[in-house]
């Protein structure tokens, strides 16, 4: 079983639509992250929190919006995305935050359509 | 920029023989390299990682190999099973959060 939790599994949104993708850990980890992958791709980082604060943007276009509620939580808001941005969202944690090198953990992503 | 090469994109195995998947690393200063197995519509699972003062480490079935000088790494899977099959992503970093993850190698086991 996955220690990462995402929701929803699957999500189909037209280009106007406002969504989020979530993601939950109760490991203790305080580092968060969410990654792009497409098919036949390795996972592409997006952003990175670190103690609840953003520490990496990998120059996202701003309809990706990231927030950190809590050190278990983690979402992406999605607004006026386009069809390029069809693919596997992964969320992965690890176990310090500022500590480098930490194993990262993955959960089981949420696959996006864009219609 | 930081780039990973990984060799090859596909495999193909008897069952019970041994896989090699290699990487090469660009940046001098990239101490940490983990393998993740992803098999078909699941998450990428951590299976193995190495850091920079160590030249080699084994889990069971699985060893990895460190050439700094070089700046290779490799995968080695013996006594291979068909629940092998699966794509497998190096990866490198250096001292920060970010992993600079390799193309992939599509590894096939056949009973």
């Known amino acids: 079983d996955t220690e990462v939790t995402q929701t929803p599994k699957h999500l189909v949104m037209g280009m106007t639509n406002k969504k989020s993708l979530k993601c939950e850990q109760h490991?203790?980890?305080?580092?968060m992250y969410w990654y792009k992958q497409k098919a036949k791709k390795p996972p592409e980082l997006m952003f990175v929190?670190?103690?609840?604060?953003?520490?990496i943007n990998e120059s996202v276009p701003s309809r990706f919006s990231p927030e950190c509620p809590n050190s278990s939580l983690l979402n992406l808001h999605l607004h006026a995305l386009q069809p390029e941005d069809s693919a596997l969202y992964l969320c992965a944690s690890s176990q310090e935050g500022g500590q480098p090198n930490q194993p990262q953990h993955f959960g089981d992503g949420t696959r996006l359509s864009i219609l | 920029g930081e780039n990973v090469e990984q060799h090859p994109s596909t495999l193909s195995v008897q069952e019970g023989d041994s896989a090699v998947i290699k990487c090469t690393y660009s940046?001098?200063?990239?101490?940490?390299f983990p393998w993740y197995k992803q098999e078909l519509g699941k998450r990428p699972q951590l299976i193995i990682d190495?850091?920079?003062?160590?030249g080699e480490k084994k889990d069971q079935r699985i060893a990895v190999t460190l050439n700094k000088t070089a700046k290779h790494f490799s995968l080695h899977i013996t006594e291979t099973q068909p629940e092998d099959s699966a794509v497998y992503f190096c990866?490198?970093?250096?001292?920060?959060?970010?992993?600079?993850f390799g193309t992939g190698t599509r590894l096939q086991v056949f009973p």
């Open positions: 929190y670190s103690y609840e604060k953003l520490s």
């Open positions: 990866a490198a970093s250096r001292n920060t959060d970010k992993l600079i």
């Open positions: 490991m203790g980890h305080r580092a």
């Open positions: 940046d001098s200063a990239s101490n940490y």
């Open positions: 190495i850091r920079s003062n160590v």
